[in-house]
């Protein structure tokens, strides 16, 4: 399980397919903290280290997970949002995140308003019902919270911070975005469904 706070910004090193494709990642973790087996969220994705080294991890990655994610799109110095999994007793900060991503959302539209930036995504219709106005959603494993909702798309604002500590300041309209949706949301609209 994950928060949607970002911890570390890596770096794609390299990608190799053999079988499944394997992700080198840099990282400013403490590496010598990191088991391998261990699950780091990668852009929102939960993949499991399979091998380490000083200042990098690799993680390998099946083909239905680039089929539902935007990992298919990776290339080698591209940044992405990381975050190690949630310990007993760490705070929850953002909202409870599985790092299992439900589809792939597109930015349609960017506006800076004050010293925030205005984004507006546009999700798959079958995941649109659960996305709600001042409810939580996951956006390459950040944790964001919804602040209008038209049909498909909805709005979030990224304030300067955010921008700094995670990729969001690199964001550009028509970027494929990993979505989790909430989980309350998923299991409240599972309940409604069975009544």
């Given at each position: ?16 397919q053999a ?7 840099g990282t ?15 852009d ?15 993680v390998?990655?099946s083909a ?8 298919g799109?990776w290339?080698?110095?591209r940044?992405?949002n990381?975050?190690r999994a949630?310990r007993?007793g760490?705070?929850?900060g ?6 299992h991503v439900?589809?792939?959302?597109e930015l349609v539209a ?23 106005p ?6 390459n494993?950040?944790?964001?919270t919804?602040n209008?909702v038209?049909?498909?798309d909805f709005?979030i604002n990224?304030?300067p911070h ?7 300041g690199?964001?550009?309209?028509g970027d494929?975005v ?14 409604a469904e069975?009544s």
């Amino acid at each position: 399980m994950f928060t949607g706070i970002v911890t570390d910004m890596g770096e794609i090193r390299t990608l190799r397919q053999a079988g499944d494709l394997t992700a080198r990642i840099g990282t400013a973790y403490d590496t010598s903290g990191i088991d391998i087996g261990a699950s780091i969220a990668c852009d929102g994705v939960c993949l499991t280290v399979v091998d380490l080294g000083p200042d990098w991890f690799d993680v390998q990655i099946s083909a239905e997970t680039v089929s539902k994610t935007n990992l298919g799109g990776w290339s080698e110095g591209r940044r992405i949002n990381l975050e190690r999994a949630l310990r007993v007793g760490d705070e929850l900060g953002g909202h409870i995140v599985s790092g299992h991503v439900d589809g792939v959302a597109e930015l349609v539209a960017m506006a800076d308003e004050g010293d925030s930036t205005r984004l507006t995504f546009r999700a798959p219709r079958p995941l649109a019902r659960f996305i709600a106005p001042k409810g939580s959603v996951t956006l390459n494993g950040t944790s964001l919270t919804v602040n209008e909702v038209a049909d498909c798309d909805f709005g979030i604002n990224v304030i300067p911070h955010t921008k700094e500590v995670t990729t969001w300041g690199a964001a550009r309209v028509g970027d494929a975005v990993n979505l989790e949706i909430d989980t309350l949301a998923r299991y409240v609209a599972r309940l409604a469904e069975m009544s």
